[in-house]
């Protein structure tokens, strides 16, 4: 037993196979335990474990809103290295934002090589996004390509399909 364990009294369920067995939904676990243990029993895996903060989904919700990161580190991923921020922004909201490109990954890597620094950076200005043509249709590689590149010089599709893709940016103006 753990020292935790010890030190925190312990209460166990313990429901028989005709409790687990009445359970149709999530509701009708919630009610067991509930009257078992009474409503308080029952925790959010977010308030408990987490930081309080929902991975950022769309950055483009943080388009021109005021940033504060609190901290970042860099992992490595199936897709290669990335870049996970925590971010609290003007109206409180905090999200972690997750970034492999050529932006917001390459910009905190240059600040972090040059200062050190993996935490506290202000960015009145929140981000900004870049958007490009990329060389689309069933043979595209879908990497950056100009309307009037031809052939892609990625690939050498030569499809004149194209698609659309965008980076985010810290915005560093002033």
Not at 36 to 65: C, M, P, Q, R, Y
Not at 94 to 105: A, L, T
Not at 126 to 132: A, D, E
Request: hydrophobic residues 35%; aromatic residues 8%; negative net charge.
């Amino acid at each position: 037993m753990t020292d935790t364990a010890k030190e925190v009294e312990i209460r166990q369920a313990r429901f028989d196979d005709d409790d687990m067995r009445a359970i149709q939904s999530i509701e009708d676990a919630a009610r067991l335990v509930a009257a078992e243990f009474g409503t308080d029993a029952i925790a959010s895996i977010a308030d408990e474990l987490g930081s309080g903060a929902e991975i950022l989904e769309d950055k483009s919700k943080l388009v021109g809103e005021r940033l504060f990161l609190t901290e970042w580190r860099f992992n490595v991923g199936d897709n290669g290295p990335f870049v996970s921020a925590a971010a609290v922004t003007g109206r409180g909201d905090k999200f972690i934002i997750n970034d492999g490109s050529s932006g917001i990954f390459s910009q905190l890597d240059r600040y972090t090589v040059r200062t050190g620094k993996t935490f506290g950076l202000m960015v009145p200005k929140g981000l900004r996004v870049s958007v490009f043509t990329t060389c689309g249709g069933e043979d595209g590689c879908n990497k950056p390509r100009r309307p009037e590149e031809n052939p892609c010089s990625n690939c050498g599709s030569t499809s004149s399909e194209r698609g659309k893709a965008q980076t985010f940016y810290l915005d560093t103006s002033a």
